[in-house]
């Protein structure tokens, strides 16, 4: 079997024996969702997902983190929770909390901070051993709720998650045929970002990684903010969106109705051009 075929077995196995995660995957194929367009053919699509509420509200400063068993450690993980190796370091994992279709998180065993640099290969090795996925990476700063704890997550493309750079935000985009000559060109990505933002332990970033007719790409977000202002709000005003790479690609997720119902594409623009660090 191909890595795919198990991981369509390792849902259908984890639906039955675990009624979370059945709950979870059966609202995800019947969510909310509406279009905003802008010219040029770019489009977000806005998600109504009450469930990520976990992770759109998680503190995750360094006390709060530290203070809290780590969900991706083996010992802390639900006990009904079985994976699927990968390179003998990763456990593919279903994610009870799905935005997307056949959503997986991927920590490594150990639990080491959430640090891309010299795993751009590894995702790429994913990418290519999952052609019907995308898989993404969320930075420490930029999204990720376990940023104590490397790992990747991955899901079911869709038109939405694999969109380029456009005037909303900026995205900077590696393709190739090789991973050496990938992992050299994210590299060089890397040590730019690292050059804007010096005081970062990583430069604030999400990626998104995918194979297309054999040939790798890499969507690099340089981002400036973790949170916008309206997510610190009061009342009145708050808007809770905490963009990762998939709302960085284009699918922005609301786990309120009414940020759902009241969000206009102003706020979306507004939203990404916070979050978003231009590159000149
Ligand atoms: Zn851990």
């Not at 995750?60 to 083996?74: H, M, Q, T, Y």
């Not at 999204?143 to 900026?170: M, T, V």
């Amino acid at each position: 079997m191909n890595l795919q075929e198990d991981i369509e077995k390792l849902f259908s196995d984890q639906m039955e024996a675990w009624p979370q995660l059945c709950n979870a995957v059966s609202q995800i194929d019947n969510v909310q969702t509406k279009h905003f367009l802008w010219g040029n053919g770019v489009e977000v699509t806005l998600q109504f997902n009450p469930a990520r509420i976990v992770s759109t509200g998680a503190k995750v400063d360094a006390k709060n983190i530290g203070e809290r068993p780590c969900f991706l450690c083996e010992g802390n993980r639900p006990k009904e929770q079985t994976g699927i190796p990968f390179l003998g370091k990763y456990l593919i994992l279903c994610n009870p909390f799905p935005i997307l279709q056949r959503h997986l998180t991927i920590p490594l065993y150990t639990h080491v901070p959430q640090r891309i640099r010299k795993k751009a290969g590894d995702m790429l090795a994913l990418a290519e051993a999952l052609p019907d996925y995308i898989v993404f990476y969320n930075g420490p700063e930029a999204g990720a709720s376990a940023p104590d704890h490397f790992h990747l997550q991955a899901g079911l493309k869709s038109p939405a998650l694999l969109a380029g750079d456009n005037e909303l935000r900026s995205c900077l985009v590696i393709e190739g045929y090789s991973v050496k000559e990938m992992e050299d060109r994210f590299e060089d990505v890397y040590q730019y970002l690292r050059s804007r933002q010096p005081e970062k332990e990583e430069p604030l970033l999400n990626i998104i990684a995918f194979v297309d007719n054999g040939k790798y790409i890499l969507h690099v977000f340089p981002r400036k903010a973790h949170r916008p202002r309206q997510y610190f709000a009061d009342a009145a005003r708050q808007l809770l969106v905490s963009p990762g790479a998939i709302d960085m690609a284009g699918l922005v997720i609301t786990v309120r109705e009414e940020d759902f119902n009241t969000m206009t594409k102003n706020d979306i623009e507004d939203i990404y051009s916070q979050v978003s660090m231009p590159i000149i």
